[in-house]
Structure formats: C-alpha cells, structure tokens
C-alpha cells in the first residue's frame, strides 16, 4: 500500500533553503535531455554535464528551450542549475523535496509549478513533477525516467500540431497536460473496481470485498490529495496575470482547467459511492444475521419441546399408566408429529 | 446500471484538438435538419451534405437558423461545420466528446453550452446536448435523435407562442427550456420511487429493498453530477455580459435558473430522504433481529430445564426412591408444569 | 404522508408563459376580496367578476388596495387580472404553479413574492402564497381559502396598530408576518414531538418509535425546504433597492429576517436532536440484544452440562458400576448441584 | 432537561410591536438600580419607580450612568422606559420576549444587543440578557436578578481597573465580558464530563453511559445556539462603524472576539469528541456480544455432541451389541472425552 | 490522556488586563537569555534582572536583539517588561494566559503572535509559544525550556545561512519554521500509527484497536485545534500590510504558509482515514458475530434433530416395534448418520 507520508523529519532544525533530497531514490544517474526548436529548427542533445544547460537561458535566442532531467537527488547539480537561471534557494529546495502539495508560485521571471504525476503499476503510483516555466525556456524535473513525456518529444520532433509554432507557454501547457490526462485513466480503473465491486457486494459480502472497499477508499483519499489542489493550480495560471503566459494558450489552460474539475467530480462521486458500499455491506451482513438466526431458533423451536416429551417417556417412574398402553407409543409419536407441524406453521404464518 | 465513467483513455498522449469521439455511437447516420425562420419566413430543409448550412452563418440575413445535427461521431464533418462557422477546434474535440462536465463557454462571436439530457428509459439515460449559439443561429448537437425538440419545432412551424418573433438566443432558451423540463420528469419518477420504498421498508425490510435503496441513491449521485453545474451554466448565463443575449430573453433565462435551483433543492431533499431510509433499514432489521432471538431464548430458556429434569429421572440408578413412589410420575408433571409456568410469567413481567 | 414532489411533468413541452395549474385544486369557487383604505377610509368588497379589481390599478388613489384572490386554478380570471396589472405572464405562469420555490423577484413596476404557508392539520399541510406589491397595491393569490389573513383584515377594519397610516409595502409585510408566525407554531408542535420522543426512546425503544423518528425527520427535511429559501427571500427585501418598499418599512423586515434566522437555527437544532435519537436507538436495541443473549447463554451454559451428565447415567450398558452403588443417585444430584453453582458463581464474577 | 423551545405561538396575530413577555417569569418585583460614575463622581440608587431613570437620558451630563433593571415582564414599566429613552416598539418588544437569537441592532441613537447568559445549577441554565448602548448610558435588562454583574458593580464602587476613566462603551464591553467568561466555566464543566464518560465507556458500556452521551450531545447542541451568534454579534461590534463605540474599547472588543471563537472551537471539538464516543460505544457493544456468542456457541459446540452421545446409549433397542461389552461404558466415557478434547483444541487453535 | 481543556475559570471576574497565570507551571525559574546580533557583532548573556533587557528596545541601534524567556507564570516580570517594551495590557495578560489559540495582533509598533509547540513524549505535548516582533527585537517567550530554538541559537551563532544578514522578521520567520518543522515529525508519527493499526485492523479486530484507534482519532482533534488558526496566522502575515516584515521575508513565510497548509492536508487525510478504519472495525466485528453464529447454528441443526431421535428410542414404552427388531440399533444409527449427511450437504450448497 502507497504509504501516506514521507520522512520530512530529517530536515527539521535545517536553514531555509538547505538542498536535501527527500524521498526515495528512482533513478540512479541523472539524465539530462535539452531540445531547442522553433517552426524551423529543432535540436535534440543529451548533456554529459549540468554546465552544456546554461547556454539555453540566453534570453535573445528565438528558439524555445526544453530542458528535462530525470533524477533529483543530487543537491549539487541543480544548486548549480538553480543557481544559473537564477531560481530563489527555496525553489530549489523544493524541487528537490517530493514531498510537496502540488502549487505553482509566481515570480517576475519564470513561474514554479509542482504537481503530481500519476500511473498505475498495481498500485496508484505518484510521482512528483516540477516545472519552471520561463520566456522561453521550460525546465521539468522528474523523479524517475520522464516517459511519459515521451509522446510531446515526438510531437515536436515530427513537428505534428501547432507545438512548433508556439512558445514556451504552449510547452509547459502540453507537460501539464499530458500529465492530467493520465488521471483520467486512473479513474477509469477506479471506476470498473467499483463497479466490479457493486455485483459483488450484492452476490456475496465477504471480508474480501470489505478489505476491498476500505482500499478504494484509502486510494481515494490519497489521490484526492494530489487532485484538489491541482484545480487552484491551473485556475491559478489561466486567470493570473503572468506575463509568461501569452492569452492563446489560456485558452487550452481553461481545458485543462475544465479536466480538472470534472476529475474533481468524478472522484466525490466515486466517493460518495464507495461510502453508500460500505452501509450496503453493513446491512448485508445485519440482513443475513438475521437470516441465520432464523434458522437457528426454528430449528430450536421445532426441536426443544419434540426432545422433551421424548424426554418424559424416557422416565424411569414405576407407575407411569401411558407406558403400558397398546397405543402409547404411536399416540406420542403422533402428538409429537402435530407439535412439529403446528410449529411449522406458525413460522409459515410469521412468514420467516 | 449505468456506467460509471466513460472510457476517454483512448485520447491520452493525442495532441489537443485531436477530433476523436469518445462515447457509445447512438446512431449510425448523421441526420441534419435546417430551420429557418423569422416572424414571416419559415424554411425547413434536410441537408445531405453539411455544405448545405454555410449559408446560415452569413450575418446579414435577418432570418434565425437552427441547425440541428443528430450523431456526433464522424469527426470529418464536425471539423468542417467548426472551420465554417468559425469554432475553435478544442470546442469541435468538446463536441465530440461525450464525457463533459455541463459548462458555458463565452467566445466573442458565439457561445458554446454544454449539458446532459436525461431521459427514463427503464433506467436513466443521459445524452449529451451542444449548443453553440451565434449572434443569428444555433447549432444543437444530439447523440441520437432529437426527438426532445420536435415539440419546440412544431412550435416554430406553426408559429405558436412568441419564439417566432425573438432571436437565436431566446431559441436557445426554448431548446434549454425542454431539456430542463424533463429533468422534471426524473424526479417525480424518483420521488414516486422513494414512496413506494417508505411504505414497503416499515412493512417488510428485505434485501430487495436493500438493493433498490441502493440503486436510488447511486442514481441520485449520477444525476446530481449533471444538474450542479447546470445551476453555475443557466446562472452564468443570465448574469453573464455576452452580447449575444439580450435582455428580454434573461428574464427567461432567470426562470430556468429558477428551475435548476428547484431541482437540485429536490434532489438533495431525496438525498436525505434515502440517507434516512437506510438507517431505518438497519435499525428495522436490528429490531427484528432481537425479537427473532427473543423467541429463541425463551424456548431454551422454558425447555432445557424441563429437559434435564426429565433427563434426571431418566437414569438407571439402582437405589432412586422418587421412581418407586407412587405419585412420583404425576407429582415430576406437576413439577414441571410449575418451572415452565414461572418462566411465562417471568418472561411476562419482563415484557418481553 | 406529504408528497414529496408535485405533478409538474404535464407541463413539459408547453411554450413558457402557458398558463396551466399545478397542484391540486384546494377550493371550487374563486373568491375575490377587495379592501381599500388609507387612515381615514376603509372600504371592503367581495368582488363578483375579475373586472371589478380593476380600478384598484389606479396609481393616482391615495388609498391602498388589497385585493386577496383564494383560489388559483382558473387561467382565464388570472390571465385578465395579470393582463389588467401589467404582469409578465412567467409572472402568471407561476402564481399558478403550486411547486414553486420561495422568492422574490424584483421588477420596475412591482415585486413578486412567493412562499409557503404552512399549518398544521395532523400533518403538516403547505400551501403556497403569491403576493404582487405594487406602488399602492397588494394582490394575494391563495390556494384555499385565506382564514389566515383574517386578524390583519380585522386589524384593518378596527384601526388598530399602524396599519392603516402606512403603505401597500407595511400591509406585504403584515402578511409575511402572519405567515412567517404560523411557522413557530409548526416548530413549537415538532419540539414537544421530540420532547416526548426522548422520553420513549429511553423506556421503551420500539419500532413505533422508530417509525415516528423517520416522520419527524422526513417532515423536517420537507420544512426546512419551505424555510431556508425564506432567508433569502426576506433578506432580500429588506436589503433589496426596490423603491417600493420604504426605509421605515425596512426595520420591520429585519425583524421577520430575524425570526426566519431564528427559525433555520431552530430547525437545525432539532434536525440533530433527531439524528442523534436515531443514534440512541440503534446503541439502545444493540444493547438490549445483548442483555437477552446473556440470559441464553447462561441457561444454555447451566443446563447443558447438567443434561449431558443426566444423559450418561441414562445409558443402558450392563456394566456401569456407579448405577449400583448405594449413594449413587444423591452424589450425582450433588455434582450437579455443585455444577451449578459454579457456573451462577462464574457468571456473577464476570459481572453478567 | 432544558426545554427545546419557548411558547411563543401566543404572540402569533398580534400586531408587531405588541408588548407580550414570552417566557417564564423568573422574579416577582421589577428591581431597577440606578449608577452613575464618572471618574470623581459616584451615586447609586435604587428606583422606586421608572420615572426616576429618566434624568439620566440627559446627553449633558458628563457622567456614564447605568440603568439596570431585573424582571422584564411588565409591559408598562418597559413601555414606559422605552419612550423616554426613544427605543423602537420592536426593540422593546424584543427586550420582552425571551426566546431572541444574539443579535445586535445598530440605530444611530443606540445600540441594542441582546445575548444569553449560562450559567450551571445542575443542568445548563439559560437567560436572556438585553443591553442598551447610548452614548453616555447603559440600560441592561434580566430576566432574573442581576447577580452575574455585582463584580463589575463593585469594581465602580471601589475604582478598581480603569472602569471610571472609560466611557459607556466600556461599561457595555466589561457587561459583555463578564457574560462571555461564563461560558468557559460551562466549558470546563462539560470537559470534565467528557473526560469522566471516557473513562466510563472503556470499563464498562452501559445504557446510563448512553444516557449521558446523549445528555451532553443535547446540551452542546442547545449551547451551541447561543453561542454561534454570539460570534458574528461581538464581530459586528468591534469591526462595525457605529460612533457609540470609540477606538480604545474595540481593542478590548477584540480580545472578547477571541474569546468566543475559543469557545466555539472548543464547543466544536467537544462536537467530535462526543460523536466518536458514541461510535466506540457502539463498537464496544458489538464486540462483547460477539464475546458472549463465541461463549455460547463453545458450549453449545462441546455439549450437544456428547449429550448425543448419551442418548444413543440410552436407546432401549434389545440388540445392541456394544451395551453387553465389558469395557463399553468406560469406552464410550473415553470417547466423550475425546470428543470434548478435540473441540477445545479446535476453538483454541481458532484463537477463540 | 491530553486535557480538553485548561482551567480558565479562576479569571472570570476580574477586571480585563488582569495578569494571572494560566495553565501548570512547567519550570521554577525564569529564565532570561538577550541575543544581539548584526552581520559583523555577536553578543550573547544571560541576564538576572529583567532591566538588563531595557536597553534593547533601542531603536537607534543597528543590531538586531533577540531576547527569550523561558516561564511565564511570573507577573511582576513580564509586567515591567511589558511596560518597557509598550505593550498593550491585553497582551502581556494573554502571554500568561496559555490557553490561547493561536493568534496573530497587528499593533503599529510590534506585532504579536502566540501559537502552540508540539512535540512528542510518549504524548503529544503542547506548550505555548508567544513572539513579539518590534523593528528591530523580538521577544520570546515559552512556558518551558526553549531547547526548540537552540539550533537557531547556533546558527546566530557560528553565522551560518543568510540570518546574521537579515533583520528581526527573519529571526521570526525562523523561530516559527522552527515550530512548524516540529509539526511534521508529529504528522510522521501519527502516520506510522495509523498504517500499523491499519494492519492489526484486518489482522485481529479487537477492543485494543478500538482504543488505539479512539486514542489517534482524540488526538487528532486536538492537533487540529492548533493547527488550523495556524494557516490564518501565517497567511495574515505574508498578506498582511504590517511595517515590520520586509519583503525579502515575505517569500519565506510563503513557504511556511504552504508547509500549514500541507500540514492540515496531511491532517484531514488521516482523520478521513481514522473514520475508515473505524467502519471497517465495526464491519469486520459484524462480519466475525455472523461467522460464529453459523457454527452455532450448524452444531445445532444437526444435532437437535440427532439427539431428538435418540430420544425416541430411548423412551420406556411396553409396546415399541422397532426395539424389539433385529436390526433396529443399526438401522437408527443408519438414518442418524442419513440426517447428520444431508444436514451437512445443505450447509454445504448453501455456501455457509
């Protein structure tokens, strides 16, 4: 199960803007990919050093810089990054602790953006993503191995839609994107588990499905955590006041806006269909309680009284006058035979 | 039981503004069917070609048009009515796309609403209804047939009512208007439905009811997924500061804004009501439970002494004076006759 | 039982403004009162036709005119009437519709006012008011007939109070007085239910309780239906820019503004009073099942293995040396005297 | 237990403004004492009769003079005193009806706020309280007799703190704090009884700890009441714009402020406190009859089969081989012991 | 267990301002420590009188002072104290009063700011902190011994990080990072808890889980309450328009306002996830009673029947067949074994 929080603790007592890595380790080397591209030009170069980066930040270049890197556990080379495109220490700090409630603040020369991919690998798998959005340059960072960036690459590598043909902006619309659509697909798993849980739960209610329910619904609530703030986030860029953020690409910011809020949706659906589930299970388990206490006493009731007029029969008593009648026998048998009816009916007339 | 999300994985990693339809194909053949009309005019026309309606987009013509196309799912055709009419393509990928949250978008040159229709058949049904409403035409897009708008059509063919004399907004009003009222209709159903399971809940609580509470309250929670934003969409609407709604069609748009807070004042009432008839269901069958063991614990409580005392005197000891007595029989009936009179009258003063 | 929804689906597919009753029709007749006056004039009229309301139009009077319709099921009479005092015919179309949500809406020329009144007949009844306030004119629309607003028509007759030195806008607010009052008299009724339902519920938890609980409940979430949109409502008013409602006016709006608040906060005390009951009854039934399981499992404990030991010596093997001792019998009485004393010792000292 | 509401239907019908005390009265004699101070100046006097109040109206004089009076329930002392001091009708028939909401009503001339004062006599005991604010007196009126105030009344007498230096608005401010501060007495009462029933629930769940659950869910429900509004009307007072309130007594205001968001924080966190104890109430009575069950089902696990046993043996049929053995009743005792032995086991390694 | 609540009660009464002391006292002796720092100076001393710290309050010095008290339950101290530095009366009585909740006052000369610091000791420890942040000092003050602000001390100083550089809302914004960062360790805690009950829970549901998880959800309630005024404190201050915190600081208590704001996501995740758990304790004890009471009644149906039948036979009649027959033993003991094998095979398909 996705454990519910990180160890943070190592870092108390820390100055503000220390660089230390918090989370665990996915990736071993760091992997650094720049892309420079406009309608006309495209370059793709995988940097040996941090330093091979730099040249990218150069404000008068008219392409538009990609830099992505895999990998954020060594303090010294995005100090060094950080360093050169001229991030705030606390930026860096918190692009190197995975550990971060998905925001995006906004300075004069590039925006910070932090939010949470997702996939699916058994369990819900979440991994932190980090974007800085500048003129003309975009820097993400990821935690393990960026594939799920894979398809933008090709975009802009066979120049496919418009990609080419906008800024920076347009870029870090298309990340954010790619990023929120991979939610949808988690719902849909969400989605088919409940409902394979629905025929379930009225077939049979099991502790299975119980343990099934309670792990849907832990899931729930850790996505819901990455999902609610993403919604301010967005929100947050397409009406701010950025001047990175050119107003045609707000417009595709307002969809990512609306994905949002019907993920948002679709999840307190689900959770309010999980919690109706889980009283549905409830009540199973009281009804069939019910059910076989039913039986139980029937059977006791049936039973019970037949046992004891055998009982009385079985009596040792010397003088006992039914014991030497001819008919004494079948007549018992035949008085127990109508106490066992009558008791039958009875129920039968109570309707159990 | 209807779906609970709609399978849009498909379009993860496509760039935006790919056209792809996403949602079950209602219909095989896209129909579309032209209105136009004004206080004199009246003109009805089925298009073969989608060609047919570019000319209703020219501005000049003092005629109001309604376009209506029923089947959303060939992107080719979608693509050239948005390139006409000048739509931008992530509303064409809207259009197409089956699993939307209801919303209002406000372009200068026309709007584009979206929302659910909801129908009873059996179930509920939800189809998704676009409208985009230009300065003198409308466009509606259904799944399936429109067949909800033929009232409204019979209305401008026989020029009843005032829709002949207003313009394009107050017929999207009208096309509004009959979406909204059959929401009407799915609640006197639900409400119908929540009655009939107050009476047979106090009368026989069964699993059956058990099931139907559940299947109401998880067809609340769909609905009210639709009907929310329907309040935000109408309300936006009637405050908003499109120059393509006049003012004498708000005070219409205020009424159905009206009727949007009465529905979900309505439902969130059933809401309650099925919340509370599920802690009735518990607490009936709790109830139950303790007489059904009532019943049970009397009976072991009358028999099992009478049982072992019939058990005593059915031992084979040698030397057991009471069995040679001559009223011991009659005196151990009378005995027992006793013990289980007493329990009565226990159970009795209990009030059991 | 109220209905929790009314009959509106006949009206779908209708043009707006169509004038159609919803509702069931609660008097046969309309009766048509008209009262005029100022501090020195006082004039009252049961009007034959709908004509004769129509002078009362007449801005230029200096006396107020209320004229009370009871009676609301007749199109054509409130078609004139609306046609006669300028009102938009949405206006007409829901004074007619019983389902309506209480509101205010704000027009130039008058306000229209629509709110429940309930009174308790057994159940609670409701029964929807209309009232148009104009510059020097008060229409009322009622379902039955209006005993209700007979102390203000007194008030009126005799001179008492300030009624008759102020305007058309003190006589609306008489009238939501009056109904606003009945509402206390409603919580009043619901307050000593709960009253005496607490005392019940700690005697004697039943299912006639039970069932009284969820009337309570579904009453409440019904009134609270009716009160809530009431805030608004006079909220509204009394903070509204309606120039027909003058600053001296305002202060006695606030005061029924007060008294709704009041009521809301009422009603939702009580909603958690019986939420919490509903509590009380399910610990109180759980708790109750295991005080008579206890008794079962003690008797079941008791005599079981009292019977078991009688069972042994009523083996018929030849060989049972015990059957022939000479103190066999007492002995065995003795063990399980002595069985059963234990076991009474055992229960006493876990404090069953 | 305190009643759930006050009958207040009396009133219903009566012109606004109509003086009628609503509550129960809780003195026989009005008592009305008379305070002006200033910080070299001191009177007190017991009125006789209203009349000699009214000098004190007088704006001139320098002194603060404080008027307060015990017993409302005579409407033509009131009546009286509210034309002199030009109160609005529905302020002094507000003052009389003891079933007000906290609130506080800002007229130029005067403030009117009226709030509820707790204190313990066993149960939550509850009174209204009203306070008149002008600029340069304070009329408070109670239900009862003004005990809760001597300390402020012997902190003029004796110039204790800086009371004498401070206008009216202080003295206003010091009534209200000492009101508010016995709130935390109640508060600290219903914590130690939280605390004690904690206890309680874990040794022993029983009705009477159910009762008390309930007992203090009622009183929180009903002292939350009071409470609620107090927030939003000391609020009002502090950030409002009323002259009668200078600059220096609104820091003190805020610090009331303070006080009564801790106190409802606090009411809301005993809210939760009380809700979960009630779940673990139910908890624990679930689990322990599972405990009595499991007892129940051993014995009757172990017992049933061996008395089965007996009763074979004890059957009368002539040919039964085993009855004629010379070892068959030690056997068959062998065999029980068995039987028994491996259904101990059986529950032990089941961990029963 | 934590307390609900301190005793505030002995205050009620006395004039506001009053300086007593609230809550225990949790060291003998205060302590005093003054801290003078700029880039180039460091002063560190122990004071024994408080007149030693007077001179710090010197504006015109360029250093920035930095005095921390260490108790609180000394009135003549932090009165003259108070008079030194200019504080509001209020201020000093809320410092001793360590039942606040926190809270941020904005004066023109100082700002002041009270909240809690928690830390672990088995429990959850809460002690009151309270900062006054003038222009160039701070004063500090805690109930215990501050060993929280010794890594601070050090930082100062050996003139690590950037605080020796910045001024006295730095050294504030460091002393609540200081805080804040304690918060996670107790949110990492809270956590383990709740994953280690989460096992237990689906292990072996018990009344030890039951407490523990009672115990998590009380003292989350409580966290909550010193948590949530947090995010309005430090959102007050980032926003705020105060004087006294530059904006070069303003960035740092962003990230402190981010860190709240993650700490009561953190919080409200796990009080969603300790209600889950709570659900399914209850579902799984349900679950167990069902499981034991099949076995019950299996035992029961198939041997009642049993037993019933050997009672029969066991009866003493003259006249019975069947006892006479050959092979009448074997026979019964045939059609037990028949009962007892479809009994078995009805369980069987009946899937218990």
Redesign the interface.
């Known amino acids: 199960?996705a454990?519910?929080?990180k160890?943070?603790?190592r870092?108390?007592?820390l100055?503000?803007?220390?660089l230390v890595h918090i989370g665990e380790k996915k990736t071993e080397q760091i992997k650094i990919t720049i892309l420079e591209y406009d309608e006309m030009h495209f370059r793709e170069q995988e940097a040996k050093t941090i330093e091979e980066c730099f040249p990218s930040k150069d404000k008068s270049r008219p392409t538009v810089a990609w830099i992505n890197i895999d990998g954020i556990h060594r303090s010294d080379i995005l100090g060094k990054l950080g360093e050169c495109f001229g991030l705030?220490p606390?930026i860096v700090e918190d692009i190197m602790n995975t550990?971060?409630?998905p925001?995006i603040?906004d300075f004069d020369e590039y925006n910070y953006i932090v939010l949470k991919m997702l996939h699916l690998d058994g369990e819900i798998v979440s991994e932190q993503v980090s974007l800085i959005l500048g003129s003309n340059f975009v820097l993400s960072f990821l935690e393990g191995d960026g594939d799920v960036f894979r398809?933008i690459r090709d975009?802009i590598r066979t120049n496919?839609?418009?990609?080419r043909k906008m800024g920076a902006d347009y870029l870090a619309?298309?990340l954010l994107?790619?990023i929120v659509?991979?939610y949808?697909?988690i719902?849909?798993t969400l989605?088919e588990k409940?409902?394979s849980l629905?025929d379930e739960l009225?077939r049979?209610p099991?502790?299975r499905v119980?343990?099934a329910i309670?792990h849907l619904?832990?899931n729930m609530?850790?996505l819901?955590?990455s999902v609610w703030?993403l919604r301010e986030l967005i929100g947050g860029m397409e009406r701010g006041e950025s001047l990175l953020i050119q107003d045609t690409t707000r417009?595709?910011l307002?969809?990512i806006y609306?994905h949002t809020?019907?993920i948002i949706?679709?999840l307190e659906?689900?959770r309010?269909?999980v919690a109706?589930m889980?009283?549905?299970?409830?009540?199973?388990?009281?009804?069939?309680?019910?059910a076989?206490?039913?039986?139980?006493?029937m059977?006791?009731?049936i039973?019970?009284?037949?046992?004891?007029i055998?009982?009385?029969?079985?009596?040792?008593?010397?003088?006992?006058p039914?014991?030497?009648?001819?008919?004494?026998?079948p007549m018992?048998?035949l008085i127990?035979a109508a106490v066992g009816i009558v008791m039958v009916f009875y129920f039968k007339r109570k309707k159990w």
């Open positions: 199960m454990k519910l929080i160890e943070r603790s870092k108390a007592g100055p503000p803007g220390a705030h606390l550990d971060q409630r925001k603040e398809v975009r496919k839609g418009r990609i619309y298309c994107d790619a659509d991979n949808f697909i719902l849909e989605g409940i409902e629905e009225v049979n099991n502790p119980l343990r309670y619904k832990r609530i850790l819901r955590r703030p417009i595709y307002r969809d609306d809020i019907h949706d679709t659906t689900f309010e269909m109706g889980l009283e549905i299970y409830l009540s199973s388990i009281s009804y069939k309680l019910n076989v206490i039913k039986v139980l006493t059977i006791a009731t039973f019970m009284p037949l046992t004891f055998a009982g009385i029969y079985g009596m040792n008593f010397k003088y006992m039914e014991l030497e009648w001819r008919w004494g026998y018992v048998l127990m």
